[in-house]
């Protein structure tokens, strides 16, 4: 079992920032890959970046060049740094670790609102 732990969502305004960080915890040895999705209300849930066990990183190519993901050296946390933010970017945003056999663990998700 692997337990996903979001904070540092919030208000900002647009052209703002903010810094998600997700704090793993549990049998963190089987997750290979961490990331981040979100979900805007109506909409599907979209993957926004993701950073491999090796280090290597994907994003969204709505997101490339304004959002960072990173992770400490334990990679025990994940963080996701947003920078000017878009209206569109608002959306809960849910940290998840994939794992080879023992599928995908979610978070519980933070809101992220960004006013125009």
């Known amino acids: 079992q692997v337990q996903l732990v979001e904070s540092g969502g919030g208000l900002v305004q647009a052209g703002g920032s903010l810094r998600l960080s997700c704090a793993a915890s549990?049998?963190?040895?089987?997750?290979?890959?961490m990331g981040w999705y979100r979900q805007a209300t109506g909409k599907q849930r979209e993957r926004v970046a993701i950073?491999?066990?090796?280090?290597?990183?994907n994003y969204a190519d709505s997101v490339k060049g304004r959002f960072t993901i990173s992770r400490d050296n334990a990679k025990t946390t994940v963080y996701l740094q947003m920078n000017n933010l878009k209206p569109e970017d608002t959306g809960v945003y849910y940290c998840?670790?994939?794992?080879?056999?023992?599928?995908?663990?979610w978070g519980q998700g933070t809101q992220v609102t960004v006013s125009s």
């Open positions: 998840y670790g994939d794992t080879a056999f023992s599928g995908t663990y």
């Open positions: 549990g049998s963190i040895g089987i997750v290979n890959a």
């Open positions: 950073i491999t066990f090796g280090g290597r990183s």
